[in-house]
């Protein structure tokens, strides 16, 4: 069974920083997508940051280009988001979710939430301004 525990989230003023990471757990695909979801209320789930194992390929939503960054630690089955420079817009809950990749030759790292199958519980990150 696959396993996403997320952690780091909490309040913070505008221009601070945050980190995430999510420790994955309970599967053992040759490659994978794992990225960065945020939900905030009355709107839809969408996709922030994804990363792809095999050869850390990133993608980014533009509205946190420049101000996040993700980064793997494969041995310890890690994705973590440094999140800087925080906006009140930034406020949401954030999920870690898994997508596996079968062919990464035929796999676009588009980082839709549809497309992922696994998601941890989330974390809540609150902008104060």
């Known amino acids: 069974e696959v396993q996403l525990v997320e952690s780091g989230g909490g309040l913070v003023q505008a221009g601070g920083s945050l980190r995430l990471s999510c420790v994955a757990s309970?599967?053992?695909?040759?490659?994978?997508?794992i990225g960065w979801f945020r939900q905030a209320p009355g709107k839809e789930r969408e996709g922030v940051s994804c990363?792809?194992?095999?050869?850390?390929?990133?993608n980014y939503a533009d509205s946190v280009k420049g101000r996040f960054t993700i980064s793997t630690d494969n041995a310890k089955n890690t994705v973590s988001l440094q999140m800087n420079n925080l906006k009140p817009e930034d406020t949401a809950v954030y999920f870690c979710?898994?997508?596996?990749?079968?062919?990464?030759?035929?796999?676009?790292?588009?980082?839709?939430?549809?497309?992922?199958?696994?998601w941890g519980q989330g974390t809540q990150v609150s902008v104060s301004a």
């Open positions: 979710a898994v997508e596996r990749i079968v062919r990464r030759t035929q796999y676009q790292n588009n980082c839709k939430a549809n497309a992922y199958d696994d």
């Open positions: 309970g599967f053992a695909y040759e490659d994978y997508a």
């Open positions: 990363i792809v194992r095999s050869d850390g390929a990133t």
